[in-house]
């Protein structure tokens, strides 16, 4: 089992850049969420996707979208990059109800 | 709004010692609560989820309490060893229609050899 993999593992742009970021969830999970977690942070919800639907969103501007694909793995998308997005982007999946959250490695970006 | 705080924000202590990590939040209407490590630049690695019907979990060294009505939870590390030096996050879901985890800052560990 390859758990939660997320790719590219860095990646650099520059502002008003537009990024795409990709994630895989553990196998058996249908449900995959995003956070952001700023250098000395906790990681910040940014939404949930579940049955190619977004579940949830957190307190983060429309230039933050997303998607899931039938097959469970899911992208990031954020527009307009700001120098404020620099980040680790986690992804995180689930299945069953209540049981742990399994999280990815992460992408780190570097916005300049 | 829920708030989650970790006391310390940072802890150095020799190989061996017995340690207590320490989690507040402000809303006691909890679904559960998770513990992460996390390796610096690396992802988060679930440690013990607790429900909120639990009082606490065991998983090897490590024991975590959960008390709801104080808004608290600990994280008790047995033995440590130098290999424990990690950030430990602590996360609460607020209750089963709410599917966020939020989360504290952490307390950075060194373990010193």
């Known amino acids: 089992d390859a758990g939660v993999t997320q790719s590219p593992t860095h990646l650099i742009k520059t502002r008003g850049q537009q990024v795409t970021l990709r994630c895989s969830p553990k196998s058996g999970h249908d449900t995959v969420s995003w956070y952001q977690q700023a250098l000395g942070q906790g990681p910040q919800f940014i939404f949930q996707y579940y049955e190619e639907e977004e579940r949830q969103r957190g307190n983060f501007p429309d230039r933050f979208s997303g998607h899931q694909f039938p097959n469970y793995s899911s992208e990031l998308n954020v527009n307009a990059l700001l120098l404020g997005d620099s980040a680790l982007y986690l992804c995180?999946?689930?299945?069953?109800?209540?049981?742990?959250?399994?999280f990815g490695p992460g992408t780190r970006l570097l916005v300049l | 709004k829920q708030e989650v705080t970790q006391i310390p924000a940072a802890l150095s202590v020799p190989e061996g010692e017995n340690l207590v990590l320490n989690c507040s939040f402000t809303?006691?209407?909890?679904?559960?609560l998770q513990w992460f490590r996390q390796d610096p630049g690396k992802g988060l690695t679930s440690l013990l989820l607790?429900?909120?019907?639990?009082r606490e979990q065991t998983s090897g060294r490590l024991n975590a309490s959960l008390d709801k009505s104080s808004g608290r939870s600990t994280l008790y590390i047995a033995a440590s060893q130098p290999g424990d030096s990690a950030t430990y996050l602590c996360a609460v879901r607020l209750d089963s229609g709410t599917y966020k985890y939020i989360f504290g800052t952490g307390t950075r560990l060194k373990v010193l050899a």
């Open positions: 995180a999946s689930s299945g069953t109800w209540g049981l742990p959250e399994y």
């Open positions: 809303d006691s209407a909890i679904y559960n």
């Open positions: 607790i429900q909120s019907s639990q």
